[in-house]
């Protein structure tokens, strides 16, 4: 498995850290529990740790899962950081994920190659996720390359809802194709 993941701000960074946890455990693990036995820390800035905790909120939303704050249950918290209340989560018989804020990925010195994307610079959306409790130590790097095109992003938030199906006939025959296009680059 590639230690390097890009993504671009719109893609759903809850589910490239599900996968990337899978691959690196596919084949080194037993998927028993549901409780896992492998603890991972990922540390990312404050762009990152806001992205991963709406995620984890529309998850939960989603799912019907409780978000309990006294340490029990799948999703914990601390009343410590008031912004960011999730501070863990359970990924069942993947790993028991740790989230921290690490200042590093929030540089305050202008950087052409690092510009602002939503009041946030871009290495803020990164993460870095770290094997703890391995034999050998593993980092996987995701690393944000950039945003979605507002109209693909919006594109893609209709298509994982179906709310476009509806409409799909009577779009123009080009969007129709751009439309097939970022389904195929979907799956």
Same mark, same amino acid.
């Given at each position: 498995?590639?230690?390097?993941?890009?993504?671009?701000?719109?893609?759903?960074?809850?589910?490239?850290?599900?996968?990337?946890?899978?691959?690196?455990?596919?084949?080194?693990?037993?998927?028993?529990?549901?409780?896992?036995?492998?603890?991972?820390?990922?540390?990312?800035g404050i762009g990152g740790m806001s992205?991963?905790?709406?995620?984890?909120?529309?998850?939960?939303?989603?799912?019907?899962?409780?978000?309990?704050?006294?340490?029990?249950?799948a999703i914990t918290g601390k009343d410590t950081d008031e912004k960011f209340?999730?501070?863990?989560?359970?990924?069942?018989?993947?790993?028991?994920?740790?989230?921290?804020?690490?200042?590093?990925?929030?540089?305050?010195?202008?950087?052409?190659?690092?510009?602002?994307?939503?009041?946030?610079?871009?290495?803020?959306?990164?993460?870095?996720?770290?094997?703890?409790?391995?034999?050998?130590?593993?980092?996987? !790097?995701?690393?944000?390359?950039? @945003?979605?095109? +507002?109209?693909?992003?919006? %594109?893609? #938030?209709? *298509?994982? !809802?179906?709310?476009?199906?509806? @409409?799909?006939? +009577?779009?123009?025959?080009? %969007?129709? #194709?751009? *439309?097939?296009?970022?389904?195929?680059?979907?799956?």
């Open positions: 498995m590639e230690n390097r993941i890009e993504y671009k701000l719109g893609d759903n960074v809850l589910q490239l850290i599900e996968v990337a946890l899978f691959e690196t455990y596919n084949g080194r693990v037993d998927f028993t529990g549901p409780t896992p036995s492998k603890d991972v820390t990922i540390k990312t992205k991963l905790h709406k995620a984890i909120q529309e998850m939960t939303t989603k799912s019907g899962l409780v978000i309990n704050a006294s340490e029990i249950g209340p999730i501070t863990s989560y359970t990924m069942p018989y993947l790993a028991n994920v740790k989230f921290s804020v690490d200042p590093v990925y929030d540089p305050m010195e202008e950087d052409i190659n690092n510009p602002y994307i939503d009041g946030f610079r871009q290495s803020s959306y990164n993460y870095t996720i770290e094997l703890v409790n391995e034999e050998e130590n593993i980092s996987i !790097e995701i690393v944000c390359v950039g @945003k979605l095109p +507002v109209f693909k992003e919006e %594109l893609l #938030k209709l *298509i994982r !809802e179906s709310k476009i199906a509806d @409409k799909y006939d +009577v779009l123009p025959t080009v %969007l129709q #194709k751009y *439309i097939m296009n970022c389904l195929k680059n979907l799956e």
